[in-house]
């Protein structure tokens, strides 16, 4: 690894981010009519670029050690009536520099 290498990816952070949520039709209808919604869930097949950043970090390892209790903090205050928690899995560590943040 060369000079700049190591410059490049000290520069680089690390994004902790979370799904967007996908709220059917018939939910929004719900709604409207002042009624409670059910069927609120996280869209992990949105793309990056959709989704919402829950925490900025200087290191993967840093944006990994806190990654469980940012999506559970970031389920429950995500909406007045908040889909299932998230879990680890739903939440991803993406470089701050990842060309799917720019779509």
Same mark, same amino acid.
């Not at 059910?38 to 050690?65: K, M, T």
């Given at each position: 690894?060369?000079?700049?290498?190591?410059?490049?990816?000290?520069?680089?952070?690390?994004?902790?981010?979370?799904?967007?949520?996908?709220?059917?039709?018939?939910?929004?209808?719900?709604? %409207?009519?002042?009624?409670? !919604?059910?069927?609120?869930?996280?869209?992990?097949?949105? &793309?990056?670029?959709?989704? +919402?950043? *829950?925490?900025?970090?200087?290191?993967?390892?840093?944006?990994?050690?806190?990654?469980?209790? %940012?999506?559970?903090?970031? !389920?429950?205050?995500?909406?007045?009536?908040?889909?299932? &928690?998230?879990?680890?899995? +739903?939440? *991803?560590?993406?470089?701050?520099?990842?060309?799917?943040?720019?779509?």
């Amino acid at each position: 690894m060369n000079l700049r290498h190591a410059a490049t990816l000290a520069l680089v952070g690390w994004y902790l981010m979370k799904p967007p949520l996908y709220i059917p039709w018939t939910d929004r209808v719900r709604q %409207l009519l002042g009624y409670p !919604s059910e069927n609120w869930e996280y869209d992990r097949d949105a &793309p990056i670029s959709q989704w +919402s950043q *829950v925490g900025e970090f200087d290191s993967l390892a840093a944006c990994h050690a806190d990654e469980e209790g %940012l999506c559970r903090l970031a !389920s429950v205050s995500s909406s007045a009536n908040p889909p299932s &928690p998230l879990t680890t899995a +739903s939440c *991803v560590c993406i470089a701050t520099d990842d060309p799917r943040l720019k779509n």
